[in-house]
């Protein structure tokens, strides 16, 4: 299936992970692709996958905390192939200090939908995927047992990510209507836990894999490529009538 043939996508986040994924299925699907990441060399390593692979991308070093950076990334996008019809803000990382993780996870993904939303409309339309978690949608489970005396430095990280997380959704749905007639669909995917260089705290620790594969009504983390195949088709043709929706990719984890 070739769904995105003409097509042009940038993808922040896409050095690793969910990003690199997304990129990879959106080229296989013919879209040409910018692989954009803060860490130039894992973009560049993407990009060389994908050209590899007989596809279309390039790498562009872009830290999503830079309002201005995020709006110069559209330019360089149409500059390199012509025009831009979806953004895939994806970029993020894991709950660390409140400035750092809102910065990144719910400033970042501001920027590029303020912005990324008013390019489009601009141009006649197009489409925003967020990637979004299920860390907004419901609270997170803490590891620890009920015995566990919290403190505000351990309180920071997993709070700084929810709330990021929940901001995400929000946004998501507050863009989706202001552009609704704009002809600019957005949408957001909101994953479970997931297999990538992440979470790999969590893989290397057998107790703390099984702690949270059980998190999971289907009993395992997902994959990068899971959650690219559901952002694909949001940004594809067929999902002409859907913006504003929050997608669970979650193994069932808000399903309980």
């Not at 130039?40 to 692979?53: D, F, H, P």
């Not at 803490?142 to 709330?163: F, M, Q």
């Not at 990068?224 to 929706?245: H, K, Q, R, Y």
């Amino acid at each position: 299936m070739r769904r995105f043939v003409d097509h042009v996508a940038l993808i922040t986040g896409a050095a690793s992970g969910i990003g690199r994924a997304m990129a990879v299925r959106l080229a296989h699907e013919g879209a040409a692709v910018v692989c954009a990441d803060r860490n130039l060399e894992g973009a560049e390593s993407a990009s060389r996958e994908i050209v590899e692979r007989q596809g279309k991308a390039v790498a562009l070093q872009l830290d999503v905390t830079d309002e201005e950076a995020v709006k110069e990334s559209f330019s360089f996008v149409e500059e390199q192939f012509g025009r831009l019809n979806t953004i895939f803000n994806n970029a993020g990382i894991g709950g660390q200090s409140w400035k750092l993780t809102t910065s990144v996870n719910l400033s970042g993904v501001f920027y590029g939908l303020s912005h990324g939303a008013h390019y489009l409309a601009s141009r006649g339309g197009g489409s925003i995927v967020n990637t979004a978690s299920i860390a907004g949608l419901v609270a997170l489970l803490p590891v620890e047992d009920h015995k566990t005396v919290r403190t505000p430095e351990l309180n920071e990280g997993i709070s700084s990510y929810v709330a990021a997380k929940h901001g995400v959704v929000g946004l998501t749905k507050q863009f989706a209507v202001m552009y609704a007639k704009q002809n600019v669909r957005i949408n957001a995917i909101a994953p479970g836990y997931i297999a990538t260089p992440l979470t790999s705290v969590i893989q290397q620790n057998d107790a703390l894999m099984k702690f949270h594969e059980q998190l999971h009504p289907m009993g395992r983390m997902g994959t990068a490529e899971e959650i690219a195949g559901v952002a694909a088709f949001l940004a594809s043709a067929d999902a002409s009538f859907i913006t504003g929706a929050i997608i669970p990719v979650d193994g069932g984890y808000t399903a309980r």
